[in-house]
């Protein structure tokens, strides 16, 4: 059994964060990841909102420098899933490249947005096809976009594209928003919010990037193709957790709960990132998560030294 001071799960900005603040304090430190370094951000194009890229960079080129940075402070790195969570002194970690030990966990999983399995969708994510508003939205100025959704998120990501975008249709299968009230007010006395009702998209198209979408009314069966720039898929998120189901506590929507310091039911394993409950879902709070979570982690292996 591979033991190590601290073990992450995850190498997203979260993961790779706390593996570099972990290793900078002279704790024997492994990240496990499962895909590629980034997390979420390998998606996106181009990253303009956080701090020291006055031009912006690339999300999967800001992934390989945080790699980059941590590995080069002693982090190690191992290509492998996790499977399961043992509590206990040491934890015990379950892999598909075999069983690990470690004094402290922090699991950085992040989430996965909840996609709308259409012709088009996978094809031109990052190309058009956005899952976050707050993120992208500016890349859409002057043009014409739809929100897929109904829920909080759907409503103010359309308020929030309507500041930057000609014109926002707001997709959703029902007649009327699940989204709170004063949301809907402000939605429904935007001019530049158009709500396509009793609607879903069947269709995302485009050549190079995003042309237009196929809408069908679920009442009627009629079809209508939309030209526009943008498709922004605001369907909900699921924490990645499934790991640790029946282990940490989570909330009804499967995120970790955690404490002031990140620490979860577990003692000894930290949730930072996306995976945690409340999380803003940005790199600039993901990356906080991650120091906070390694400060915490380091503080609970020396009490018990």
Known sequence: MNEHDIVVIGGGPAGLTAGLYASRAGLSSLLVERGVFGGQMVNARMVENYPGFPNGIAGMELGSHMEEQASRHGLQTLFAEVTGLGPGSPLRLDTTEGTLSARAVIVATGARYRQLGVPGEKEYTGRGVSYCASCDGFFFRDQEVAVVGGGDTAVSDALELAHYARRV?????????????????????????????????????????????????????????????????????????????????????????????????????????????????????????????????????????
């Open 169 to 305: 249709y707001l997709v959703h299968r029902r007649d009327r928003l699940r989204a709170g009230h004063v949301l809907v007010q402000r939605a429904s006395g935007d001019p530049r919010i158009e709500f396509v009702w009793d609607s879903v998209v069947d269709r995302i198209t485009g050549e190079q990037m995003v042309s237009g979408i196929t809408v069908r009314n679920l009442k009627s069966g009629d079809t209508r193709a939309i030209a526009l720039g943008g498709v922004f898929v605001a369907v909900g998120v699921m924490p990645n957790s499934q790991p640790f189901a029946g282990i940490l506590t989570t909330d009804e929507a499967g995120s970790i709960t955690v404490d002031h310091d990140l620490a979860t039911s577990v003692p000894g394993v930290f949730a930072a990132g996306d995976v945690r409950q409340h999380s803003p879902r940005q790199i600039g709070s993901a990356v906080g998560d991650g120091v906070t979570a390694a400060l915490a982690a380091a503080r609970y292996i020396q009490s018990r030294a």
